[in-house]
């Protein structure tokens, strides 16, 4: 532990796996390591607690207020909040000693480094993937029940080194995390007012797969890009599977749903033919 003023809080449930690195990246960084714990079933607690870490056990309702309760608890000017899948290289421990000591800034952004079934995916919106991790106790409040933002009073700035997230490790790992993160997606939609129309079920995925394949270049990534563009895709395709079964699987016709087919295949031509610089072939698409 140092005395720079500075807390490192992380979120976890089951992550006996995870936490002994992620605490190792923070030990020599952090005045105080808290730790808030969802009811982990597993080692997760006694493993902070032999690290001296200062662990509060909270059920966890929504990521934002779990997140404001820890702030609650940090007893310095600075927080670092970190995953149990994340670790902060030496060189960013470095470079938040010396930031944080800069009073031109309340919080700074962290580009974050993924690691996914074993490689670092620099495409498809996995890269640099900005975090605002690190802000003023003071400064700072999140907000959003599924997407947790922190809204910082003040200004914010960019930090160089990275953040490594040991992010997905296997197929199974990413669809179990699909099960609850699409059921809480699925909510917030809701709650948003959103009503299921049957058309999204091709829309979704499908803008999704464009976007990180071809517009977020997740080709570049070989088959580790081709391979999370698609599940990507199908967890979009989940949300809105699960918004029809909250409505009750309401029975309805699909009219029209070939030519919702015939738009989804024209887009796809046109992201080929723009990727592959044809642009006769572009053009067609145009006038379809």
Sequence with gaps: M??????AVILAKNEEENLPGCLESVRKLADEIILID???????????????????????????????FALEKVKTPWVLFIDPDEEVSPELAQEIKKVIQNKKFDGF????KNIIFGKWIKHSGWYPDWQLHLFKKEKGKYVGRVHEQVEIKGKVGELKNFLLHKNYQSISQYLEKLS???????EFQIDSGYKFSWQDLIKKPLGEFLRRFFAEEGYKDGVHG???????????????LKIWEKEGFKDEEIPGVFEEIEKATSEINWWI??????????ILNKLR
Excluded: H, M, W
Excluded at 39 to 65: G, N, Y
């Design 38 to 68: 969802d009811c982990s079933s597993d080692k997760t607690v006694e493993i902070a607690k032999k690290a001296k870490v200062e662990v509060f056990q909270r059920r966890l309702d929504d990521f934002s207020s779990q997140r404001n």
């Design 2 to 7: 140092t005395n720079i003023g500075l807390s």
């Design 226 to 240: 081709l391979a999370l563009s698609l599940l990507q895709a199908f967890s979009e395709l989940v949300v809105y």
């Design 109 to 112: 952004q962290i580009p974050r």
């Design 273 to 282: 033919a723009a990727k592959t610089k044809n642009p006769i072939r572009k």
């Design 180 to 186: 609850r993160y699409t059921s809480l997606e699925k």
